[in-house]
């Protein structure tokens, strides 16, 4: 089993908050938590980042969470190119 290595995710400066770099699980987290509005957490988009974060933060589905914290991104216009 090969271990997976987050890839550091840019936000770009019109996201809730200014840009940021998330480089972990634990910043995932904080960002939905302290920039993401309710309404937004509450899309489809962001319900696939939160349902497996906690997974994630221990070693489960990280590569899923990465990629749907990247698409949650893109959709509403906060990830950098």
């Known amino acids: 089993m090969r271990e997976f290595k987050i890839e550091p995710i840019e936000v770009n400066s019109i996201a809730p908050g ?7 699980f634990d910043d995932i987290g904080a960002f ?3 920039r993401v509005d ?3 957490r ?5 319900h696939a980042v939160r349902k497996d974060l906690a997974q994630a933060r221990f070693g489960e589905r990280r590569e899923e969470v990465h990629a749907a914290m990247r698409d949650a991104l ?7 190119d």
């Open 74 to 80: 893109a959709a509403a216009g906060w990830l950098a």
């Open 18 to 24: 200014g840009a940021c770099v998330l480089r972990t």
């Open 42 to 46: 509450l899309s489809p988009q962001w």
């Open 38 to 40: 309710i309404p937004h």
């Open 32 to 34: 939905i938590l302290n």
